[in-house]
C-alpha cells in the first residue's frame, strides 16, 4: 500500500538549532516526494521535491531509497520556519498522498 | 493575488442541507483537486478531474460530487450523504504533461462548518 508516514505531530526547536523534520514513505515503483508547507494564514505551498535536488530556504531533503526515507533538513532553524510541513507522494495521473503533517516551532 | 481562488471563505450549512464550494483558477492548469484537511489527518483527496468532462474519485469520495464544466472551474458539492462534512476544504490545480511531475497550487480553502 502507498503511505507517507511523519512521525511527530510536533517538533519544538531554539532558533539557531538543527531541525530534522522526518518523513517515511511506502512505495512499490520509483517514488517522487515532495515537501509541502503552511505557513500561519497562507497557503499551503511547495518548499521543495526531490528530484530538483535543490535548497529551498536553507533546506534539504534527501531521498534514502533503501531507508524510504525523504528527511526535511535545516542547520539553523529560523522563528519564520514555524509552521506546518507536509511530506507528500506521488501516485499515478499526478495525485499526491499526504502525510498528517508534522507542526515545526521554532522557539527565540 | 489571482491564480487560484475558492469561495466562499467560511460556509455553514444546516444538516441535511447539500452546499456547494466553488474553486476557480485562471493559470491554465488541465487538472484540478479537491482536499479535505482535518487536524491530525494531513490532506486527503477527495476527488480530481484531469480533462474538462471527466474527473475521478480519490481517497474519500463518498458523500461528495463535482463537476467539470470549464477548464476554469472544478465546483465541489457536499451532500448530505457525508456523514462528517465539517472541515476544511482545499483546492488544488497543475499542468499536466512534461517530465517529471507538476507542482500542485493551492487555493486559500473552505471552512465549512455543520449546525
Known amino acids: 500500500a502507498q503511505r507517507v508516514t511523519q512521525p511527530e505531530k510536533l517538533l519544538s526547536v531554539f532558533k539557531g538549532a538543527p531541525v530534522e523534520l522526518k518523513c517515511n514513505y511506502s512505495?512499490?515503483?520509483?517514488?517522487?516526494l515532495f515537501w509541502y508547507v503552511q505557513y500561519s494564514r497562507q497557503r499551503l505551498q511547495l518548499l521543495l521535491r526531490h528530484i530538483s535536488r535543490e535548497s529551498i530556504k536553507g533546506f534539504t531533503a534527501d531521498l534514502n531509497k533503501g531507508e524510504t526515507s525523504f528527511h526535511l533538513k535545516k542547520p539553523f532553524a529560523q522563528e519564520e520556519d514555524s509552521a506546518m510541513y507536509y511530506c507528500a507522494l506521488s501516485r499515478s495521473q499526478g495525485n499526491l498522498i499526504f502525510g498528517k503533517g508534522t507542526k515545526l516551532s521554532v522557539k527565540p | 493575488d489571482g491564480g487560484i481562488t475558492q469561495s466562499p471563505k467560511y460556509l455553514f450549512r444546516k444538516e441535511g442541507q447539500n452546499v456547494t464550494l466553488s474553486c476557480e483558477q485562471n493559470?491554465?492548469?488541465?487538472?484540478m483537486y479537491w482536499y479535505r484537511q482535518d487536524p491530525g489527518q494531513g490532506l486527503r483527496l477527495i476527488y480530481y478531474s484531469q480533462i474538462v468532462n471527466d474527473f475521478q474519485k480519490g481517497d474519500i469520495a463518498e458523500g461528495y460530487s463535482v463537476s467539470r464544466e470549464k477548464k476554469e472551474s472544478f465546483p465541489l458539492t457536499v451532500t448530505s450523504a457525508q456523514k462528517n462534512p465539517t472541515a476544511f476544504y482545499l483546492c488544488a490545480s497543475t499542468h499536466t504533461g512534461g517530465q517529471g511531475l507538476n507542482e500542485q497550487f493551492f487555493g486559500p480553502g473552505t471552512r465549512l462548518t455543520v449546525l
Open positions: 512505495y512499490s515503483g520509483s517514488p517522487e
Open positions: 493559470l491554465n492548469h488541465d487538472a
